[in-house]
């Protein structure tokens, strides 16, 4: 279907839910109420590396209104295995171990205990009355630091796997893997300019406004019921499940809304632990967590060390490409670093290339997936490296980028061959923008540009559709709406049907209620659930069908179906016509997709900015910022716009203020919104989009996916424009005033 | 409405845990998010730095008193229609505060709409759609009254 033929993608319908949330009544997870509720609260400990000698929960459990304590001792003994949940082989007990901590804490902030009483007063004051004993051990808290020799060792029994095997060698060091391509040493040999610099990137939180909670009840059947605020109630069931060694099909989860999410409401915290907490009470207990506890005791997103050294000859072609990433994973093995190495290259059509990537544990919350997980951080290197080259060879900083970019056919150096991309077009339309083109007056102001990828997923959607006598659908579907996807979801429903996209009616629902749905993540639902949605609408036109011939008494065959109208010959009726017919002709009827797409499409996305340097105080002043994003096609574009601006926004934050500020002996010292400074509406101009779109042939209506990519360019567009306003490479972040000073102090010595 | 609390129930615990009115939400409880704005006696607070016991006697105004019957108000209707929502838990506190100030000035600029609204976070949108919903809202506002 081209563009023009369309009537529902493309447009701005109000969002279906939107009433619920702009007058209070729609229900997140902290707002479950139910009768006999317990209110529970999660000791955690002080220590970033510590033994546990001792747990005594005796005093606590005597106190009143306190109707049940649990530790990680209260998990089932089930013997080692390794688990899937989707991110690949997890070792069950880290899995159990990062919930409640079992023999050694490995951050401050680790869950110990947790205590179910009357009121969540009660439950804090009861806290105070479980008495730890630790032994205090050496931490280490950075990649570099946790990678010596000599560094503490989290985990007795890590086996550093290195190019897939495993060495027999313990560290802190999970995984050393490598991609190459072409001849490296050959690829420089060819350069005329070469650049190498190092970088730092601070731990960063994905900063979801709504803090984790979850309720459980242990039910008198046997079946665990939850309810809570997560971007995949599957992944929570499943991982629940195999917790608590239960079949999935004992555990249901209702998805409440979701404050926000970025990646960061993907693993589970406190749903296990309400959990044994219920079955120990005999009574349902929520959870929810206070601000300090979603920074000390959540998945915030690597921090790294990154080196890159790039080369190229005069006439702007890129010949070599040489990246070393070191990510901190927190506690547990898994920082990400694998898509931080396959992205940071990603825009390039490059020949000769080795990237090494390094899995690396410290005495840090075990971090989790934060939008574009692992590509912000390598893009702030490359992009900052690809610049400097572009100044060397003196070029426009788009020019080079576009001799260089990726297109169908590129192969990466992790191995896959492009298909369809609009890297190119992203440039094109970054030098096109009256933003690149306006001049920029005035001392101490410059402009920066990047660009960056991501890969979008695709993985198993489930969805139903159900007519209503009134001509209006029933959608039901099992993915968490974080941003408006019940609407672009709904909206390719309609889009087939041919009606409007408010005769749709999305609900999501839980874990009994629908087939298998992946969690709200990697830019997938309005690419997988949407194509879900197509095929269920597809379904139901095909049932349809079926039903005018009934009612014309022809062949199914001969009945065609265009924007909602059903013709046989001279004979017409409109959906909502059949529709109030469906009794007469067979009964209701209902259509079913269920998708496991492969033709994901990725994402490229530029940024350009304008910045101020205050040279007095090293204040970032954002002038103007201007976020371009391929995202194949806007099925809602006033939400792909939301998701551009949003995605800036987290990564302006990133870049300039935010950090996790902790002290040497691992605590995080700015663990409020006071301090952990996040961008507020003063800091920020209006943030323009240009959205591309250049349809992924893989999705029936061309839709590649939006939430990401737009994340990764801007530090490293900030950075490049900080240089142009201040004559300092900065490399690290945050480029915060302190660290500006500090660069512009060192070059004027 | 008469209701009892424990001296130490915030306002935001009366109003979520005793009252059941849980559209004000709860984001840091500490005054840095703007998640529990409410209105007392027509003057913008955090509902999480006051004490239950404080509100004896005043007129508190939650995001579930801001439509006019079954109408949405102005402001409620200009986040629909720039999409100036995305997740949703931040705006009943950009609404409250956002009719606040549209109560007060009728033609706030882009500048003093981001300044009265800078006590409100929000990690979705950027801000971009909500500043323009309150512009379009006063602008509406400003059309009613004349």
């Known amino acids: 279907m081209s563009t023009a033929e369309m009537t529902v993608v493309g447009t701005r319908p109000i969002r279906h839910d939107g009433a619920d949330k702009v007058t209070g009544r729609a229900l997140y997870g902290a707002d479950v109420q139910m009768a006999g509720l317990l209110h529970g609260a999660v000791l955690r400990s002080p220590h970033a590396h510590a033994r546990i000698l001792r747990i005594d929960t005796s005093k606590a459990e005597a106190l009143e209104g306190v109707l049940a304590v649990v530790t990680g001792a209260d998990f089932p003994d089930s013997p080692e295995r390794l688990v899937d949940l989707g991110e690949g082989d997890t070792p069950l007990s880290y899995i159990r171990g990062n919930v409640l901590a079992r023999g050694k804490t490995l951050y401050k902030g680790h869950a110990v205990a947790a205590v179910a009483a009357t009121s969540a007063h009660v439950a804090e004051d009861a806290l105070d009355l479980i008495e730890v004993d630790y032994e205090v051990l050496p931490c280490v808290l950075t990649a570099p630091e946790a990678m010596r020799e000599d560094a503490p060792i989290l985990h007795e029994d890590l086996v550093t796997k290195e190019f897939g095997e495993k060495t027999g060698r313990v560290s802190n060091v999970a995984e050393h893997f490598r991609y190459s391509m072409g001849d490296l040493e050959k690829g420089f040999a060819e350069a005329d300019v070469i650049v190498e610099r190092e970088f730092h990137t601070a731990t960063v939180h994905q900063g979801y406004i709504e803090p984790q909670n979850a309720t459980a009840l242990w039910n008198n059947d046997g079946r665990v019921l939850i309810w809570c605020s997560t971007q995949g109630a599957f992944t929570v069931r499943d991982t629940v499940a195999c917790m608590l060694d239960l079949p999935v099909s004992q555990v249901r989860v209702t998805p409440m809304e979701i404050g926000g999410g970025f990646g960061g409401k993907i693993p589970v915290y406190l749903e296990p632990v309400a959990a044994l907490l219920s079955r120990k009470s005999g009574r349902p207990v929520k959870l929810v967590m206070s601000r300090r506890e979603v920074f000390e005791g959540t998945g915030p997103t690597p921090g790294s060390y990154i080196k890159v050294k790039m080369g190229a000859r005069r006439d702007g072609r890129i010949t070599a490409a040489q990246g070393y990433l070191a990510y901190e994973a927190g506690a547990y093995p898994g920082a990400m670093v694998g898509p931080g190495a396959m992205c940071i290259f990603a825009a390039y059509d490059l020949a000769n290339v080795v990237i090494d990537g390094f899995d690396v544990v410290v005495n840090k919350p075990s971090t989790a997936a934060y939008r574009a997980p692992g590509a912000t951080n390598a893009a702030f290197a490359a992009e900052s490296v690809v610049d400097e080259l572009a100044e060397k060879l003196g070029l426009d900083p788009l020019e080079l980028r576009l001799r260089n970019a990726a297109k169908e056919g590129t192969r990466r150096a992790d191995g896959p061959k492009y298909r369809r991309i609009g890297c190119v077009e992203v440039i094109q339309a970054m030098r096109n923008h009256p933003h690149y083109k306006a001049p920029l007056p005035g001392p101490n102001r410059g402009r920066g540009v990047a660009i960056g990828f991501w890969f979008n997923v695709g993985l198993p959607s489930s969805c139903s559709l159900s007519v209503n006598a009134d001509g209006t659908v029933n959608l039901v579907e099992g993915s968490t709406d974080i941003g408006g996807t019940r609407t672009s979801v709904a909206m390719q429903a309609a889009e087939v049907l041919g009606i409007p996209a408010e005769s749709v009616r999305p609900t999501v629902v839980d874990t009994d209620s629908v087939g298998y749905t992946a969690v709200t993540g990697g830019s997938r639902v309005t690419f997988a659930t949407g194509w879900a949605a197509y095929e269920a609408a597809q379904d139901v036109l095909r049932q349809m069908k079926e039903r005018a011939a009934k009612l014309w008494e022809t062949d199914a065959a001969a009945v065609e179906v265009s924007r909602g109208v059903f013709r046989a010959g001279e004979r017409s009726m409109t959906f909502q016509e059949l529709a109030a017919r469906l009794g007469e002709t067979g009964g209701p009827v209902v259509g079913r997709g269920a998708v496991n797409p492969r033709g994901v499409g990725g994402s490229f996305s530029g940024a350009i900015a304008d910045v101020e340097v205050d040279p007095e105080t090293g204040k970032v002043t954002v002038l103007r910022f201007t976020s371009v994003q391929d995202v194949g096609r806007a099925i809602h574009p006033a939400y792909v716009e939301g998701q551009m601006q949003g995605g800036s926004v987290q990564g302006i934050g990133w870049a300039l203020n935010e950090e996790y500020y902790m002290s040497a002996d691992g605590a995080m010292l700015n663990s409020s919104l006071l301090d952990y400074r996040m961008p507020t509406s003063l800091d920020l101009p209006m943030i323009d989009t240009a959205i591309v779109e250049v349809p992924n042939p893989g999705h029936p209506f061309g839709v590649r996916g939006v939430g990401e990519a737009n994340i990764v360019p801007p530090p490293a567009a900030l950075a490049n424009a900080i240089y142009r306003a201040a004559g300092v490479r900065m490399d690290r972040l945050p480029m915060n005033p302190p660290a500006i000073m500090e660069a512009i102090w060192k070059q004027r010595d | ?146």
Request: hydrophobic share 40%; proline share 3%.
């Open chain 2, 1 to 146: 409405m008469e209701f009892l609390c424990e001296p130490r129930q915030s306002l935001l615990e009366c109003l979520r845990d005793v009252i059941g009115l849980t559209g004000t939400k709860e984001g840091c409880n500490d005054g840095n998010c703007g998640a529990c704005t409410v209105l007392m006696d027509g003057r913008i607070v955090n509902s999480c730095l006051v004490l239950g016991v404080e509100a004896q006697g005043a007129q508190i105004t939650t995001v579930e008193g801001i439509a006019r019957g079954n109408q949405l108000h102005p402001v409620q209707q200009a986040f629909l229609q720039n999409a100036a929502l995305q997740c949703g838990f931040c705006t009943p506190g950009f609404i409250v505060a956002a009719k606040a100030l549209l109560d007060q000035e009728p033609a706030p600029s882009e500048e003093r709409i981001r300044l009265w609204l800078a006590n409100n976070l929000c990690r979705c949108t950027g801000y971009d759609k909500i500043v323009r919903a309150v512009e379009q809202a006063a602008q509406e506002l400003r059309e009613v009254k004349a």
